[in-house]
């Protein structure tokens, strides 16, 4: 044996979802939704206290997704909140897609919320948006 090895029963460090929606806006909404879901075990008990925006572009849909996604997780690191989007916009041309969405939620608290994973960001692993018979489907992995 060499000086190191891998071991095989490491806890996992990642949590991977596939977000749909009849429009591309609605399945950037689930994959928020999926994202909030990973960092809190009560989702329903998120109340909707304060509001922020997040605006977003990217060169293509994949990358526009990972920093929307990316901004609910600077929201929880940097300002302590949880929040869920109650409105998303996107415009997916050929020059690029902008998201644009208003953010609502409450500062992070331990007595009512059951704290689930810390996300710590969203990978580029087996990260797709695709559209489908249905209309749209996004696949995220998140760094726990």
Not at 19 to 37: D, M, R, S
Not at 107 to 123: C, E, N
Request: charged letters at 25%; glycine letters at 6%; proline letters at 3%.
């Amino acid at each position: 044996m060499g000086p190191y090895r891998f071991v095989e029963d490491a806890p996992t460090a990642d949590v991977g979802f596939v977000a749909v929606g009849e429009t591309l806006a609605e399945c950037f909404c689930a994959a928020a939704e999926a994202t909030l879901a990973a960092m809190l075990g009560n989702p329903e008990a998120l109340r909707h206290d304060v509001v922020r925006t997040a605006r977003v572009e990217a060169a293509s849909r994949d990358l526009a997704l990972l920093r929307f996604l990316e901004e609910l997780i600077y929201y929880k690191d940097a300002e302590g909140l949880f929040l869920r989007p109650t409105e998303v916009a996107v415009d997916d041309t050929a020059e690029g897609v902008r998201v644009a969405a208003t953010l609502a939620g409450e500062s992070i608290d331990p007595a009512r919320h059951q704290l689930a994973g810390d996300v710590k960001a969203v990978t580029l692993h087996r990260l797709r948006v695709a559209q489908t018979a249905a209309g749209w489907e996004a696949t995220v992995v998140l760094d726990l």
